[in-house]
């Protein structure tokens, strides 16, 4: 194998030398030829046409192609200046629709005022700056560019740029791009003992070019012509790669034991049935078919169960509990906070009512217990929750992380499902999985939900693994949600209104939640201000007040337009007894106004509950926004969202607001979201944008490439599990896979 990897893999250092491969591996993350070879150009200039200095991002190390204006070189006094003057050249360059200035001073001056002549084209490369109100690039880097049919200019690389396409790359202040495209034309040679990942077939099926073709097709095009074929093949090389790796990891869990989990005909999943007080909505059944039929299976489930909010996940994954347990198994729920936790098994308690409480005096026939674990258990109820566990005496057991701990037992762990698996490491999820006994004989099956709705191609390139379904059917009874964005700057009476609604709502019996992004009492807990991600527009973050508080608002509140009304409060940094009582309180309708951080953004139900006001709304990212409005209208009263922002309008914040204000669709919003957050490392933990494993591909514009690919990738795995007959393939996966992202995939 190691054969393969040569010279792709060779060390940038021993190519480039050691200055350069430094800056390029601490700055750009390169390491190897092939690193550098897939660090692609992010645009191309043609050499006559020059950029758009208009569009230029503040505090940004830049690359602009343009010609000289004027230059002119001033003298200034200067104590600090060789006899006392200073000298400092301002060069102001143009591409016909804007001007920007460059600037130049002492010695620094001397070469670029014999070379920047007017009419002089050039790239220049530097950090864009303000000074006198101007934007300016203080001392860049510069390349001189050959006139069209003339000479090149004095010290120009000129041959370096020969092509009718100046490829830009990503770049950073200690490497300008044409560094980094010089280095490449170092390298580019390598490219054509490339070993390709693709299968001959699957190339001349689909025309794409061989990797070495496509490779210096990217980095050295003749033609826009020769981009586009570049990019495609790429695409598919991005594609294809991990639908295998993920192929190959669902190949290997199949191939897992698992004892099979039927639920007996008259057992207790069949008495739950009984006892409903409504009927199933079409897509429940559905759902819940595929999972029993997985459950059924001798070998490990895993699936993604996506569900609107509201949906009824809870529901299907109870019932998926309770056939374990009818096949002598049992079932734990890990759920990502002490508040959603509980909430589930108080709504599992009181859906099972005599069934959920086994060993007790009026316990049904059938019955099984329901427990909870979490970090503020007491240690005499840990203990009691622990023997059952061990035993097998509760069935069920719904808990936070306090699961995983080393000190829990099963007798016969069968199912695992997972609540908002994005709140989890990886680890979590596989510790707690790693607890099933060995006497029964093989992994526990796996459930995951989400309430967020994740893009159909999202779900194929990151949860690719898992089979998936989704419930997009809402249950009889479940009200509309009426959305509104509330401009609190720009006309603060609508936010007297709003607090008026809240009363009127409070008045017809019902009651409200008021949603602010900090708790106030210095730092909140890591995941309670905005978890979701709003873009950084620049004009919303210039002096911005702080966030709302929680518990600011809430004195606010209960000192002014809502004076009267019970008003509680409900944060992450409570004493967890103090988070369910509050809870409690306000299930039972005790509190009028619950005054909360984002720690009601899933599972909280409360039907009574009829209006939100969302304040600082534009700080939330768009499917936070979505998932928090989903815990109003969950009763027979119609639900209202009020999205209090203080954005002006017109602005990227307020377009985002009114995205979520006019639809209630999720799936439509979370494409929204994933637009203004772009892909994340779909391998990596990180689903913010911060860095991504994918270069060329973008999952919400190829899904075509994406669906094939994947279809593609299980055929090869399921006639080659090894790789054996693809040796390229294997070194892309090895590639693809560093240390951390093969122990994601393995834990899963």
Not at 493 to 504: D, G, N
Not at 556 to 574: C, I, K, T, Y
């Amino acid at each position: 194998m190691p054969a393969l990897r040569e010279p792709l893999e060779r060390p940038l250092k021993a190519v480039l030398g050691p200055t350069t491969a430094k800056v390029m591996a601490e700055h750009l993350g390169l390491h190897t030829v092939g690193d550098l070879l897939h660090h692609y150009p992010r645009r191309y200039e043609e050499r006559g046409r020059l950029t758009h200095l208009v569009d230029l991002p503040m505090d940004e190390h830049v690359t602009v192609v343009a010609q000289v204006a004027e230059a002119r070189l001033h003298a200034f006094a200067s104590a600090r200046a060789p006899g006392g003057k200073g000298r400092r050249l301002e060069v102001t360059i143009t591409d016909g629709s804007g001007r920007l200035r460059l600037v130049f001073f002492g010695a620094g001056a001397h070469k670029p005022h014999k070379e920047l002549l007017p009419g002089t084209r050039a790239m220049f490369a530097g950090r864009v700056s303000v000074f006198n109100r101007r934007l300016q690039l203080a001392h860049p880097a510069y390349e001189l560019l050959r006139d069209e049919g003339g000479e090149p200019a004095e010290d120009a690389a000129a041959e370096d740029w020969a092509g009718s396409l100046i490829p830009l790359y990503p770049a950073t202040a200690k490497l300008e791009s044409w560094k980094i495209a010089k280095a490449v034309q170092t390298v580019l040679p390598a490219a054509e003992d490339a070993i390709d990942p693709l299968p001959a077939t699957l190339r001349e099926g689909r025309d794409l070019d061989s990797l070495s073709q496509a490779l210096v097709k990217i980095h050295r095009p003749r033609s826009q012509v020769d981009v586009d074929r570049a990019r495609a093949r790429l695409k598919w090389d991005e594609a294809f790669v991990l639908q295998v790796a993920l192929a190959r990891r669902r190949h290997a869990e199949n191939l897992l034991p698992a004892v099979e989990r039927k639920a007996a005909p008259d057992g207790l999943l069949a008495a739950f049935d009984e006892r409903l007080p409504f009927t199933l909505t079409d897509g429940q059944r559905r759902v819940s078919r595929e999972i029993l039929d997985d459950l059924a299976s001798d070998h490990p489930m895993h699936r993604l169960l996506q569900g609107e909010v509201g949906s009824g996940k809870t529901l299907v994954a109870l019932r998926a509990m309770l056939a374990v347990v009818d096949a002598g198994g049992q079932a734990a729920m890990l759920a990502p906070t002490e508040v959603l936790a509980q909430q589930h098994h108080r709504s599992m308690v009181e859906m099972l009512g005599g069934l959920g409480r086994g060993g007790m005096l009026d316990a049904a026939e059938h019955a099984t217990r329901v427990t909870l674990l979490t970090g503020s258990t007491s240690a005499a109820e840990r203990r009691r929750v622990l023997l059952e566990l061990a035993t097998g005496e509760a069935g069920i057991v719904v808990g936070t992380h306090a699961l995983i701990e080393d000190s829990v037992r099963f007798h016969d762990l069968g199912l695992v499902v997972v609540d908002e698996q994005h709140r989890f490491g990886v680890e979590q999820r596989d510790a707690l999985r790693g607890k099933a006994d060995a006497r029964g004989g093989g992994s526990p099956h796996l459930l995951v939900m989400t309430a967020t709705p994740i893009p159909r191609t999202v779900a194929m390139t990151v949860f690719g693994d898992l089979d998936t379904s989704v419930l997009d059917q809402l249950p009889a009874g479940r009200s509309p949600i009426a959305s509104h964005v509330v401009p609190a700057a720009d006309k603060p009476h609508f936010l007297t209104r709003a607090w008026e609604r809240v009363r009127e709502e409070v008045i017809r019996g019902h009651q409200a939640y008021v949603v602010c992004p900090r708790i106030g009492d210095e730092e909140g807990e890591p995941g309670e201000r905005s978890s979701g991600h709003a873009p950084s527009d620049s004009e919303e973050t210039t002096d911005r007040r702080p966030p709302v508080a929680v518990l600011d608002m809430a004195d606010r509140l209960a000192a002014g337009p809502l004076r009267g009304l019970s008003v509680g409060v409900l944060h992450g940094r409570m004493p967890p007894e103090d988070k369910d009582a509050a809870m409690r309180r306000f299930s039972a309708a005790e509190t009028h106004v619950l005054v909360a951080t984002t720690v009601v953004e899933v599972g909280v139900d409360v039907p009574n509950a009829t209006v939100m006001v969302i304040m600082d709304a534009d700080r939330f990212g768009v499917s936070q926004l979505h998932q928090l409005r989903g815990r109003v209208g969950r009763g027979a009263a119609a639900g209202l969202c009020l999205l209090v922002t203080e954005a002006p309008e017109g602005s990227p914040a307020r377009r985002r607001l009114a995205a979520v204000a006019s639809t209630q669709d999720g799936f439509a919003l979370s494409r929204v979201d994933l637009e203004q957050r772009r892909e994340g490392d779909v391998l990596g933990r990180a689903q913010s944008g911060a860095r991504t494993s994918l270069r060329v591909l973008t999952v919400l514009e190829d899904e075509d490439i994406i669906e094939e690919a994947r279809q593609e990738a299980f055929a090869v795995v399921s006639a080659d599990p090894e790789l054996t007959q693809l040796p390229g393939l294997r070194t892309a996966l090895e590639a693809l896979l560093d240390a951390e992202r093969e122990r994601y995939l393995e834990k899963g």
